[in-house]
């Protein structure tokens, strides 16, 4: 009864997060898409490892039982605030809040978290941090497809058009050419150097 009452109230907590929707362009504007070219905003495709607890051993076999993974996603506070940092990053242009947002998450280890880090350090200006943040989402997932699609850009807007180029090639490896963030990327390469564009 216990169990069936706390799974009832899990459910009831889950359902009644409002779903913020995000649009496709919203996404390939930096949703934080996971791996696999999905454009998933809530990164389903990574989960980091589960807390570590004391290990119970079966006193018959004395075998530890291996935790379980577990999305930062798979928590209902984390999604909201994720959404949040997403909204103030996309709708509102405040960098530097979406950055204290983020980091507040307690999850910086997460590739979509640090690759928006990185996108605001970017849009900030600051191109050394923002190079970080690329580095260590990509750290975290090397397949995080809208890492390398960002990070392309940020080798574009840094003059590194061959730099940019493997990033597309890597691009295509992990998603293929039709994805959302090969074409951006390759569209952007296509530009005459020093055009001035804002991605």
Request: aromatic share 12%; with cysteine.
């Amino acid at each position: 009864m216990i169990k069936s009452s706390m799974k009832l109230a899990a459910l009831a907590a889950f359902l009644t997060v409002p779903l913020v929707p995000f649009s496709p362009s919203a996404i390939a504007a930096g949703g934080g898409g996971g791996g696999g070219g999905g454009g998933d905003p809530y990164g389903s495709s990574y989960s980091a490892p589960a807390q570590s607890s004391p290990q119970q051993k079966d006193r018959k076999t004395q075998k530890a039982r291996k935790p379980t993974k577990q999305s930062a996603f798979d928590d209902p506070a984390f999604r909201e605030a994720y959404r949040t940092a997403y909204a103030t990053i996309y709708e509102h242009n405040d960098y530097g809040a979406a950055i204290d947002q983020l980091h507040a998450l307690g999850h910086d280890e997460h590739p979509n978290v640090a690759n928006l880090i990185g996108y605001s350090y970017r849009k900030l200006g600051d191109y050394k941090q923002s190079q970080l943040w690329y580095e260590r989402a990509l750290k975290a997932d090397p397949n995080h497809v809208l890492t390398w699609n960002y990070y392309g850009l940020w080798q574009i807007e840094q003059g590194n058009r061959d730099q940019a180029q493997y990033h597309l090639t890597r691009i295509a490896a992990i998603c293929g050419t039709d994805c959302e963030e090969y074409r951006s990327l390759a569209a952007a390469l296509e530009k005459p150097p020093g055009t001035g564009l804002v991605y």
